[in-house]
């Protein structure tokens, strides 16, 4: 495997030219995006995108992103652009929003595992567009990780997960965004959300406004019962602990549930296991327990940004038990509380 650190806002064009051509040569891609590390292959290559779901051990039944770098591209891709599309672009690419529309004769069947549409986005992260323009191709990219495994946000944690698997990686140091882009699907008279994001529904709905068309989630069941993106049916950007999530004014009820669970420990365990992990915006919140606090950011992007890295060091230090004091139940914070809600199912 071949792990190159790029400068994240000047990557020298010699070593994105080198992945480039690994790329052209139906090969698999690590490199940085904004929201999280992709794992890309040339979108328009079969073989090559075939190579992605094996590398991620993911099913064939869940389609991938394809990474362009313009809205003129992404136009190339699709039969149907509709109004609701190009505005959405217009106002948020380059950025952490994809965009669902009828899929064109060139975007092979594996790529949208076989269904009607394709899944575009235009990255702002300078590496990813730098690599897009030198391959000369749209990149099929899903998150570069193991399938259900946590997303990685750096270098390493590509590594750690996918191992061997993926033969070239470009560090360019962490994602700022921190967890996956919004999928939004689009239609002439609606835009749904497929997976939330830090583009929040409010920003959408605004965008949109002057077309006359409304935001609804497809979470939203009465509405739309068929889940619409295969990839958020399940367990997700999950750890290997155990999870419990808690609201903030539960954390009276946790602390008795975590002191009985450490009563029945100390019986059967003589060497007592590693402390639980506790992810909380308020310092001090469960008293009592032996835990190991991690102070989370107050601010929804702040805390999207060190989300993941928390995660995966819980992962590290093996922790059996994550404890997660959930945010506030704003649509700024939809994305991080779904994602949350997906790590603990
Ligand atoms: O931020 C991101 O979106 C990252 C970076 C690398 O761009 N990519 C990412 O890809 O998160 P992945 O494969 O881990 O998640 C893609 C999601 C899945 O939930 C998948 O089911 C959905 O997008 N998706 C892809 N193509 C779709 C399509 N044609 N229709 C509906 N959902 C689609
Ligand atoms: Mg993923």
Redesign the pocket.
Known sequence: MRIVVVDANHPDPEIIREAALVLRNGGLVAFP?E??Y?LGANALDASAVSRIYSAKGRPAW????V?VASVETARLYTTDWPASAECLAQRFWPG?L?I?VPRADSIPDVV?AG?P???L?V?AHPVAKALINAAGTPIA???ANRYTQV?PTTAQHVVESLGERVPFVLDGGPCQVGI??T?VECGDDAVTI??PGMIDADSLGEAVAGLGIRVSDSRDVARHPIP?????AERHYAPNADVWLFEPEEAGELAMALAARQEIGNEMTKSGESPPVALLRTPGLIGGANLLEVRMPEEPGDYARDLYAALHRADKIRAELLIIEMPPDGPEWAGIRDRLTRAAR
């Open positions: 995006t929201t999280v992709g869940n389609p991938v992103i990474h952490p994809t669902v949208s269904g549409t394709v899944a986005r990255p990219a899903p998150s997303s996956e882009s999928v497929l997976r619409r993106s295969p990839g958020t």
